[in-house]
């Protein structure tokens, strides 16, 4: 017998019945509030263009290294689900690949990405039954001919979700063409994040390439270390006119730096050379981090430090596959010695906003929520890839609120690639949200009025004040 796709109203609340009830009162509050999406990394293109989504398969396979490293782990190749590998082949039948994929949702159990596809096959498409081998071709279809509706076009679906703002993630090189057409021919917001990873990171492979090519764009010499933060501070005015009002910045540790210019020259002449290894990149990145801080100073934008990703772990999969394939893995790191320099320059200006990431949980209370709960430029960001979970949102909670409190953190966002899954990434967000407060409701240490007011500056005023929108 086929399983029913039911959302019970009061999943993620807690299960003792007063509780619960608090719980469902605080989420009637802010379930329909606008969604503010700061950070994240869907194709501007699918709003320049509106041009419909295709199929099943490239919605919600080919773009979500969640679903890549569960069925990876599990293994089933990329190329049977239809992602070639370079100068390989695929599988080119999508049905094929769905089927693949339905076969195995049940690896999904008690992971956020089957809460969050759950939410979207029932929520956007209607679907009544449980996806599965038996289900796979009413999935497929069902599916793939609502995409062709003009109301499942990108802009549609936008309005649809109520987003207010949606944030997308470009490269310091990106001539932002995608933004220009979205500003001119829509009403919809959809701005663009910096992003200088390609160029101020230097083990990248393409960094030098990437450097000749911010030379050419920006006029400013970039072997000479004054011109190349030129060239950096140029394409964050470039950005900024795109509407952006937030920097990213995904380096692996968060350590910063305070070098001389002589020093900084000398980092740059190697890397342009021949290569920085190790320390020395360590070091070219920690400098970059405190030049960022410098400007955001100066220009107001929002800066996050996306630390603790081991990038590109599997060395087999990157070489024949590439990046964002599931192969990041989570890191040990350390923010108080590291972010030191940095915050000695520029911690105590309350007029700039640095946002902490981490995916070593370890720190939450020892370091992030201490750090955020000192300085004026510090706040916490969410939950993060991993974490952001039911139980990871939970643990965040409880390690951070009492020591940061609610108000050194920025609320919610989704980082995604899935476009998709943004109205259900947010509505686990509220649901974790409200049933946190409502134990601390139960436990008298809010009252009720306080803990639906900070549910709604959790679910879209923090988040709002702290990017500037």
């Not at 030191?340 to 020892?366: C, M, Q, W």
């Not at 609320?411 to 943004?422: E, V, Y």
Request: overall charge negative; hydrophobic content about 40%.
């Amino acid at each position: 017998m086929q399983a029913p796709l039911e959302l019970h109203p009061d999943r993620f609340f807690p299960v003792e019945p007063s509780v619960r009830a608090i719980a469902r009162t605080l989420f009637a509050r802010i379930e329909t509030l606008p969604i503010i999406s700061p950070h994240g990394h869907t194709v501007p293109a699918w709003f320049a263009e509106d041009t419909p989504f295709e199929d099943a398969t490239s919605m919600f396979l080919w773009p979500d290294h969640y679903v890549h490293r569960m069925l990876y782990s599990q293994g089933v190749t990329l190329a049977e689900l239809g992602i070639a590998p370079n100068g390989g082949t695929a599988e080119t039948d999508r049905r094929k690949c769905w089927k693949r994929f339905a076969e195995r949702y049940y690896l999904f159990r008690g992971t956020p990405s089957r809460t969050w596809l759950d939410h979207v096959f029932a929520e956007v498409f209607g679907l009544k039954l449980r996806l599965s081998a038996e289900t796979a071709d009413l999935y497929y279809d069902t599916i793939t001919d609502a995409l062709k509706k003009p109301e499942f076009r990108p802009r549609a679906l936008f309005k649809r979700f109520n987003i207010e703002v949606l944030a997308t993630t470009e490269g310091a090189t990106d001539l932002l063409k995608d933004h220009a057409k979205i500003r001119s021919t829509w009403d919809g917001r959809v701005i663009t994040t910096f992003r200088p990873d390609d160029v101020a990171d230097p083990d990248r492979e393409d960094f030098a390439q990437n450097l000749a090519t911010l030379e050419d764009l920006t006029g400013e010499n970039t072997h000479v270390w004054g011109g190349y933060l030129k060239a950096l501070a140029n394409r964050r005015a470039f950005f900024r006119a795109h509407g952006a009002t937030a920097t990213d910045h995904g380096f692996p540790t968060a350590k910063a730096a305070d070098m001389s210019v002589a020093e900084c020259q000398r980092l740059l002449d190697v890397a342009l050379r021949d290569k920085l290894h190790g320390s020395e990149a360590e070091m070219f990145r920690a400098q970059i981090l405190t030049e960022m801080a410098k400007m955001a100073a100066d220009d107001g934008m929002t800066m996050q430090i996306h630390p603790g990703a081991y990038r590109n772990h599997n060395p087999w999969l990157f070489a024949n596959y590439g990046r964002d394939r599931g192969a990041d893995l989570p890191m040990r790191v350390s923010f108080v010695e590291p972010l030191k320099p940095l915050l000695d320059r520029f911690g105590n200006d309350p007029k700039l906003t640095i946002i902490l990431f981490t995916l070593d949980e370890s720190n939450y209370a020892r370091e992030l929520a201490p750090l955020a709960g000192h300085y004026p430029s510090l706040k916490l960001g969410p939950a993060w890839w991993f974490h952001d979970s039911p139980e990871g949102m939970m643990r965040y909670f409880r390690s951070m609120t009492e020591t940061a409190g609610f108000y050194n953190t920025c609320g919610f966002n989704d980082d995604t690639r899935a476009f998709l899954s943004i109205p259900a990434r947010h509505n686990l967000y509220r649901r974790v949200t409200c049933a946190y407060l409502a134990e601390l409701v139960a436990t008298h240490r809010l009252d009720e009025a306080e803990a639906a007011e900070i549910a709604v500056d959790l679910a879209y005023n923090l988040p709002k004040a702290a990017y500037k929108l």
